[in-house]
Each structure stands twice: as C-alpha cells, then as structure tokens.
C-alpha cells in the first residue's frame, strides 16, 4: 500500500487554516497516523486511528477520512507548527508505510 | 517514564559491519512492538522493519529484507538494527520506536536516533 501525500510543500502565514492530504493506494480503514518532525528531532505522534488526538497535542490539529482519504487540518497556525509532517499506513502484519511528507514553511 | 535510548553515531567504512542499539525502559518491553525507521540525510521516513521483543517475531519492509537484521534481547530491554556489511547508501538517520500492543495507535514513542555514516 502506497500512501501520497500533497501537497508536498505548503507556504502559509501564522493564523492561516491549513489541510493536509494523505491517499492511500487501497482501502486502509482508519489505520492512519500523522506524524510532526522538526530538523533534528524524533517525529512526533499528532494523530492516531485517523482523527484521535495524542495526548499533549494542541487541539488546533485535528485529523478525519476513512478508507482512502485522509486529512490533516491546523486550524489556526503557530510558529512553532512549521515544520515536516507525515502520515503513516499502521498495519499489524506488514510495511507500515509513511507518506513522502509535506514541508510546511512561513511565507 | 517511557524513554528509548539509542546508541550513539558511527563513522564506519564500506563493508564494515554495525549494530546499533535502542535501550527501553518505563514500559513492558515484551508486550510492545519495538520498529526501526531510517531517514536518510534530507529525505523522509522510510519503515524498515518491527520486532515483538515478547517472543521475537520479526517483519520487514521488502525494501530492507536482507539488507538489515532486527533483534532483541529481552533480559536488557534493547532492541538491535545489524547490518553485515554496509554500503555508502546507508548513511542515515535510524530511529527506534515503540508500538503499543493495538496498531491502531500508532508510535507514541520514538529514541533521539543513531546517525551512521558509512564512507571510505
């Protein structure tokens, strides 16, 4: 299963809503993720099981889809939310693939 | 506290062999998923591979069957990534990370990472 993500690089202002999209070659139920990763550091876990929240992050991210399509919104962009984001097919038995990323940077 | 300690980086040479290594505490190391992710230098994340430490079942992404060896040992709570003999194509970022025992939650928990370079 592959998962593309778009766009792959994104200019927004501090404020703005933005969305993220992340389609999946099959059918992968709600078995998604999205990660964050800042130059540097570890990913970090936003969103499991498509559109709960980890524990910890801020409520401006949230996550929704099912099946093929899948979405990751800010609803109001911080600085300190530019950065890489990911999602991830998560899968019992097998490739637990990533998106390719999409690069949120300042305009 | 749940923490994964990685190893720190390493310089090698083509055709050297590595192992790397990704101490766990503050969680039951045997009823948890333990996978490697590679980044590779200005690239994305890429799945190599999991290991179920409890009764060391192991998967691979087909990109990296062969290529790498995964493994465990359950009396220190560490999880290893081996490689035989390394290429240049293998320097990278490798990051440890934990799986709870439903998929569906996804990896919580990552180490700070092992940079290896490989170069001649």
């Known amino acids: 299963i592959q998962l593309t993500q778009s766009p792959s690089f994104l200019s927004a202002s501090v404020g703005d809503r933005v969305t993220i999209t992340c389609r999946a070659s099959q059918d992968i139920r709600n078995y998604l993720a999205w990660y964050q990763q800042k130059p540097g550091k570890a990913p970090k876990l936003l969103i499991f099981?498509?559109?709960a929240l980890q524990s910890g992050v801020p409520s401006r991210f949230s996550g929704s889809g099912s099946g093929t399509e899948f979405t990751l919104t800010i609803s109001s962009l911080q600085p300190e939310d530019f950065a890489t984001y990911y999602c991830q097919h998560l899968n019992s038995y097998t490739l637990c693939s990533f998106g390719q990323g999409t690069k949120l940077e300042i305009k | 506290e749940v923490q994964l300690v990685q190893s720190g980086a390493e310089v090698k040479k083509p055709g050297e062999s590595l192992k790397i290594s990704c101490k766990a505490s503050?969680?039951?190391?045997?009823?948890?998923?333990i996978a490697w992710v590679r980044q590779m230098p200005g690239r994305g994340l890429e799945w190599m591979g999991i290991?179920?430490?409890?009764?060391?079942?192991?998967r691979y992404s087909p990109s990296f069957q062969g290529q790498v060896s995964i493994s465990a040992d359950k009396s220190i709570n560490t999880a290893y990534l081996q490689w035989s003999s390394l290429k240049a194509s293998d320097t990278a970022m490798y990051y440890c990370a934990r799986r709870g025992p439903d998929v569906v939650t996804g990896y919580a928990f990552w180490g700070q990472g092992t940079l290896v370079t490989v170069s001649s």
């Open positions: 099981a498509t559109s």
């Open positions: 290991i179920y430490p409890g009764d060391s079942d192991t």
């Open positions: 503050g969680f039951s190391f045997t009823n948890d998923w």
